[in-house]
């Protein structure tokens, strides 16, 4: 089920649409994206143009969580049996 929560005009013809598919809170956006790019990308993935943006925006996200991760080497401290853990 789709459900327009509301519709903002921008210049000329641009315009953001935020909707809900299924419960989950989308946006309707425009953007120009180099066409070489794009069509890498969807070689990449094997996916459609729509999926292979939340793919390369969730691969970012997950990149962001990483950094974050290594940011903490050395500042955290636990112990850890490898013996008990292998069991």
Do not use: C, W
Not at 73 to 82: A, C, H, N, S
Request: no cysteine.
């Amino acid at each position: 089920m789709v459900r327009i929560l509301e519709t903002i005009y921008l210049t000329g013809n641009d315009h953001i649409i935020r909707f809900t598919v299924m419960g989950e809170a989308v946006r309707k956006i425009t953007a120009n994206i180099p066409a070489k790019l794009l069509e890498q990308a969807r070689e990449t993935t094997g996916l459609g143009i729509t999926e292979t943006l939340v793919a390369g925006l969730e691969e970012l996200e997950r990149s962001r969580k990483r950094s974050a991760l290594r940011m903490l080497r050395g500042k955290v401290r636990f112990e850890l049996d490898l013996a008990k853990t292998r069991r």
